[in-house]
Structure formats: structure tokens, C-alpha cells
């Protein structure tokens, strides 16, 4: 377990949530400097109220929609393409398996 825990590929913070918003947030932030713009400026180039932007950057809270309209404002949309990645195939048997099966459209109650 310690082990574990030394390894500096892993980073504790990328399993809390919380954690996460707050560098995502910073980040948006220092992209939002860099380019001197304004959190006016960018809620209004971006149509997300300022007050939405403010708690964003201060308290990292933000709905789905206003995030994207913020990184489309700010030509930082390329990290949700690569979100939610399809597995890679590991032999031609698990392609033909796929071809066979069918795409589920919904989740299976359990």
C-alpha cells in the first residue's frame, strides 16, 4: 500500500471530486488572464452571467452547460473530446464479438 501511495504517477486528488473543479477552475482562470480578458468580458462573449463565472472561479461550482460555453469562449474545448474513451480491442475475436453484439441503447436495472 505504500508503495501505492509513493508513486508519483498517482495523484490523490484526481479521486475527489472537489479537487478536481478547483484545477479545473484555476485553470480556466489562468487561460482567462493570459488572454487579459475580463470575467465582464468573458461572460459576456461566452453568454454566462457573470455571477455564474464569479462562483465558478471562486467557489469551482458550474453547470455542464456554462463550463463548455466557458472553454468554448476560451478555445479550450479539445480535453471533452477525450472524455469517456471507447476501449481499444485487444484481438480480432473481441472486433467480430463486437460486430455481434448489439449497441445498448440504456442501462439494465439491477
Do not use: C, W
Request: no cysteine; aromatic share 6%; charged share 35%.
Amino acid at each position: 500500500m505504500d508503495k501505492i501511495l509513493a508513486d508519483k504517477d498517482i495523484i490523490l486528488d484526481d479521486f475527489n471530486h472537489k479537487a478536481i473543479a478547483k484545477k479545473i477552475a484555476e485553470k480556466m482562470k489562468r487561460r482567462r488572464l493570459q488572454l487579459n480578458i475580463t470575467q465582464l468580458s468573458l461572460s459576456k462573449i461566452s453568454g454566462v452571467s457573470l455571477g455564474s463565472l464569479k462562483r465558478f472561479e471562486n467557489k469551482y461550482k458550474i453547470s455542464l452547460e456554462h463550463l463548455l460555453k466557458l472553454a468554448l469562449a476560451l478555445d479550450a474545448l479539445d480535453g471533452f473530446h477525450n472524455l469517456f474513451p471507447e476501449s481499444d480491442y485487444q484481438s480480432i475475436d473481441d472486433i467480430i464479438n463486437k460486430k455481434k453484439s448489439k449497441d445498448r441503447k440504456r442501462g439494465r436495472n439491477a
